[in-house]
């Protein structure tokens, strides 16, 4: 596959993970995958740890952080959290006094939310650290082939939203061969 560098086997890789990564037809959706555990995962921990927010809490105040009056919709489509799992998160943070929900001007049945000034000082206090872990992942880059990479990213996210919803996007274009049961 694309892109093994030399110094992957100088380095202490497990051989499962060499798989994924460099001898995978699916390079890319791996290690993006990876890539984004290895971003998400010690960020959304120590968040929990320092504020007492998960991950869909955290997702809530990213959002509004970027852009205050959206909905709850808004940020469910963003992030693909369940209605419910995102609802519950908007409750906490509202019966913490970090956001606040206001009725949508014209769609009755919407709300508007809002961070409110300690939700606004949570965003501004954990932001620098998600700046800091991108960078740390992006050192090996030069500025041109960051700006590459924004890029190239850019068109495959651009690209994804012409896709169909649900399983017509999975669904095979030839028959899918017999499935053999599982042998124990």
Aim: include cysteine; charge should be positive.
């Amino acid at each position: 596959m694309p892109g093994r560098p030399p110094e992957v086997e100088d380095l202490n890789i497990d051989a499962v993970t060499i798989a994924r990564l460099w001898e995978n037809p699916c390079w890319f959706a791996f290690r993006f995958n990876y890539l984004s555990l290895r971003y998400n995962i010690p960020l959304y921990g120590w968040v929990e740890r320092e504020y007492g927010l998960l991950r869909p809490h955290v997702a809530v105040i990213y959002s509004l952080g970027l852009r205050d009056n959206v909905t709850a919709r808004d940020i469910a489509v963003s992030y693909g959290f369940p209605k419910n799992t995102l609802s519950r998160a908007i409750q906490a943070l509202e019966q913490r006094g970090l956001l606040r929900r206001e009725r949508h001007p014209t769609d009755k049945r919407s709300f508007l939310l809002t961070l409110t000034r300690a939700g606004r000082r949570i965003f501004t206090e954990t932001l620098p650290h998600f700046v800091h872990l991108q960078d740390e992942m992006l050192k090996a880059l030069t500025p041109q082939e960051r700006e590459t990479l924004s890029v190239l990213l850019a068109k495959i996210v651009v690209q994804t939203f012409t896709w169909p919803d649900g399983d017509a996007l999975v669904a095979p274009a030839a028959p899918a061969p017999q499935r053999r049961a599982a042998r124990a």
